[in-house]
T-cell receptor, first 111, second 113 residues
Framework: QKEVEQNSGPLSVPEGAIASLNCTYS??????FFWYRQYSGKSPELIMS??SNGDKEDGRFTAQLNKASQYVSLLIRDSQPSDSATYLC???????????WGAGTKLIIKP | DVKVTQSSRYLVKRTGEKVFLECVQD?????MFWYRQDPGLGLRLIYF???????EKGDIPEGYSVSREKKERFSLILESASTNQTSMYLC????????????FGDGTRLSIL
């Protein structure tokens, strides 16, 4: 059974600090890795894609991928209350079009 | 930007009714997906489609069917609605490239009474 695991949280972070969200996956054939943000009652919104080992930065967001350890993370710098949401990690299933989804980590940014 | 449009934001139906949820995407994407999302259970794949008139069962297809007569439209059908199908239903699409992400519609909050 291919799995993506995330700590469900909630993860509470002070405003202005760095929020660190983690995800591990079981399928060594996975090539594509995504982070989605989902506000309560809304649909998931893509915020980062990463395909190669290392870091990828986009504004306040940095995705980190380590395929050897089967680990992907998302860092949010200068956290804002508007970053409070559930963050979903998704990994493609080998060469398949399907994604395997984590259950999500609830992030709370405290003013 | 990719636009995925779901026909209803909120829907209330009665048990035993046949329910149609419609999804349209405007990016000429090959792949389309239907999920349901329930508290504590995450996203669960119901059906997906790789091409017009093609469909594949996901993890929880029981009680559902789908239709894809045109590339841009993917419909989810609840053959005989039951209360345990009360949920948030999410449609997504992606291009034909395996590395591409999925893009979601706004979702339909369906209540079966």
């Amino acid at each position: 059974q291919k799995e993506v695991e995330q700590n469900s949280g909630p993860l509470s972070v002070p405003e202005g600090a760095i929020a660190s969200l983690n995800c591990t996956y079981s399928d060594r054939g996975s090539q594509s890795f995504f982070w989605y943000r989902q506000y309560s009652g809304k649909s998931p919104e893509l915020i980062m894609s990463i395909y190669s080992n290392g870091d990828k930065e986009d504004g306040r967001f940095t995705a980190q991928l380590n395929k050897a350890s089967q680990y992907v993370s998302l860092l949010i710098r200068d956290s804002q209350p508007s970053d409070s949401a559930t963050y979903l990690c998704a990994v493609n299933e080998g060469s398949n079009y399907q994604l395997i989804w984590g259950a999500g980590t609830k992030l709370i940014i405290k003013p | 930007d990719v636009k995925v449009t779901q026909s209803s934001r909120y829907l209330v139906k009665r048990t035993g009714e046949k329910v149609f949820l419609e999804c349209v995407q405007d990016m000429d994407h090959e792949n389309m997906f239907w999920y349901r999302q329930d508290p504590g259970l995450g996203l669960r794949l119901i059906y997906f489609s790789y091409d017009v008139k093609m469909k594949e069962k996901g993890d929880i297809p029981e009680g559902y069917s789908v239709s894809r007569e045109k590339k841009e439209r993917f419909s989810l059908i609840l053959e005989s609605a039951s209360t345990n199908q009360t949920s948030m239903y999410l449609c997504a699409s992606s291009s034909g490239q395996a590395q591409e992400p999925q893009h979601f519609g706004d979702g339909t909050r369906l209540s079966i009474l």
